[in-house]
Nanobody, 121 residues
Framework: QVQLVESGGDLVQAGGSLRLSCVASGNFFRVNDMGWYRQTPGKQRELVAAITNGGTSNYADSVKGRFTLSRDNAKNTVYLQMSSLKPEDTAVYYC???????????????WGQGTQVTVSS
C-alpha cells in the first residue's frame, strides 16, 4: 500500500506565499520522480513542477521564477514553495510520485487526494 498525503493548501491573497508538502508513506522499495500538478474545473490536469530523485527539477512556464520545488529523499517528501501567487494559480493541487513497490517490480504512478489553493484578488 502506497499513500501520498498532501498538506498546505489554503486561501491566500494575491502576492502571498504558500508551501505545499507531500509525503509518500506505506510499503515500497523506492520513490523516483515526484511532482505537483494542478486542475481547475473543466480543464485538464497540468504539470506545475517535477523533480527527480537526483534533484533535477523542471517547471511550467507559468510558475517559473515564482515556485520552487525541493525534496527530502530520506523523508520521501516533496515541497512546493509558492510565492507571488496570482488568482490564476487557484486550483486543486495534486502530488504525484513514481514508486517501485518491490525491488523487481516496475515503477508506477501514485496520486494524492489533492489540496485546494485559492488566491484572492
Amino acid at each position: 500500500q502506497v499513500q501520498l498525503v498532501e498538506s498546505g493548501g489554503d486561501l491566500v491573497q494575491a502576492g502571498g506565499s504558500l508551501r505545499l508538502s507531500c509525503v509518500a508513506s506505506g510499503n515500497f522499495f523506492r520513490v523516483n520522480d515526484m511532482g505537483w500538478y494542478r486542475q481547475t474545473p473543466g480543464k485538464q490536469r497540468e504539470l506545475v513542477a517535477a523533480i527527480t530523485n537526483g534533484g533535477t527539477s523542471n517547471y511550467a512556464d507559468s510558475v517559473k521564477g515564482r515556485f520552487t520545488l525541493s525534496r527530502d529523499n530520506a523523508k520521501n517528501t516533496v515541497y512546493l514553495q509558492m510565492s507571488s501567487l496570482k488568482p490564476e494559480d487557484t486550483a486543486v493541487y495534486y502530488c504525484k510520485a513514481e514508486v517501485k513497490r518491490y525491488m523487481y517490480s516496475d515503477f508506477r504512478d501514485y496520486w494524492g487526494q489533492g489540496t485546494q489553493v485559492t488566491v484572492s484578488s
